[in-house]
């Protein structure tokens, strides 16, 4: 029988808890772990969400959770790279967006480099950051760890992160999305039909 044994436990200078829990999922999990705490805190935000993401293929429930909560006067941000490592990806994240700005969603293009952080704020009191993105494979079909933290303290720091990142970005409007070049229109639209796929 394994024991306690103080020796595996160094003594820290900790002064305060941080409640935090770690989810993992993969295509091993009989749950969709990850996807199902991001879905069920967007839904449970009343005052704010803020999403960072380098890859944003959601999935039908993701992208109605996300509209809903910012019909429902939420302020709902997400930020995304201009210039991501892949083409594909990018096509594929663009498709989203239309309907995502009819809802009021607010939608910020980071331009200094490719940004490759993952984490969700909600209400600036709680928050998960970790490898997964907003994306089908990462929900589904990737393993992927995060932890999701309960608390005010580090959500905070991340909020501030996030619109420290704002200043690097340029906020998406209806008008440039509209007058985006029809070819650029036909790829995304293509894309959105394979994203399930990719």
Same mark, same amino acid.
Request: hydrophobic share 40%; aromatic share 10%.
């Given at each position: /029988? #394994?024991?306690?044994? @103080?020796?595996?436990?160094?003594? @820290?200078? =900790?002064k305060a808890l941080c409640p935090t829990q770690i989810i993992a999922s993969g295509p091993d999990s009989d749950w969709p772990s990850? /996807?199902?705490? &991001?879905?069920e805190s967007i839904n449970a935000a009343k005052k704010s969400v ?8 959601? @999935? ?12 429902? %006067? +939420?302020?709902?941000? &997400? #930020? #995304? ?15 989203? =967006? %239309?309907?995502? #700005?009819?809802?009021?969603? !607010?939608?910020?293009?980071? *331009?200094? %480099?490719? /940004?490759?952080?993952? $984490? ?7 928050? *998960? &950051? %970790? ?16 932890? +999701?933290?309960?608390?005010? !303290?580090? *959500?905070?720091?991340?909020? @501030?992160?996030?619109?420290?990142? !704002?200043?690097?970005? $340029?906020? =998406? ?10 070819? !650029?229109? =036909?790829?995304?639209?293509? /894309? ?7």
């Amino acid at each position: /029988m #394994l024991e306690f044994s @103080n020796k595996y436990f160094k003594p @820290n200078s =900790l002064k305060a808890l941080c409640p935090t829990q770690i989810i993992a999922s993969g295509p091993d999990s009989d749950w969709p772990s990850i /996807m199902q705490a &991001i879905l069920e805190s967007i839904n449970a935000a009343k005052k704010s969400v803020k999403i960072c993401t380098p890859y944003f293929v959601p @999935n039908a429930s993701i992208v109605s959770a996300i509209i809903n909560t910012a019909l429902s %006067g +939420v302020d709902v941000q &997400i #930020l #995304l790279p201009t210039n991501p490592d892949s083409r594909v990806a990018k096509a594929v994240s663009i498709s989203y =967006l %239309g309907e995502l #700005l009819d809802a009021g969603v !607010k939608i910020y293009m980071y *331009t200094k %480099g490719m /940004m490759h952080a993952k $984490y969700l704020c909600v209400d600036e009191a709680f928050c *998960t &950051i %970790g490898s997964a993105n907003i994306d089908i494979r990462s929900f589904e079909y990737n393993f992927e760890i995060n932890t +999701v933290i309960y608390d005010t !303290k580090t *959500t905070k720091s991340l909020v @501030n992160i996030f619109e420290s990142d !704002k200043q690097n970005s $340029y906020l =998406l409007t209806k008008e440039q999305w509209n007058n985006r070049p029809f070819r !650029k229109k =036909l790829a995304q639209g293509f /894309m959105r039909i394979v994203a399930p796929l990719l």
